[in-house]
């Protein structure tokens, strides 16, 4: 977790090595937590503390969560 101007938080995930699905994880991620948020450089951002529940999507999904 970031946190971005005027204390706002932005949750960070990184990681990925398939950059081509990136955009559509982001969009799909951003649709569960029902937030905003970007893909770019291999990362996604998504507007607000959303740790836990990103941590249990991805898991969920058959990724391996650090952290």
Known sequence: MDTRRYGKAVTRIEGFEDTGALKE???ELKRAMATG???KKGWIELQGDHRDEVKSWLSQ???RVEG
Do not use: D, H
Request: no cysteine.
């Open 25 to 27: 994880m982001a969009r």
């Open 37 to 39: 948020g970007t893909a």
């Open 61 to 63: 999904r058959g990724y």
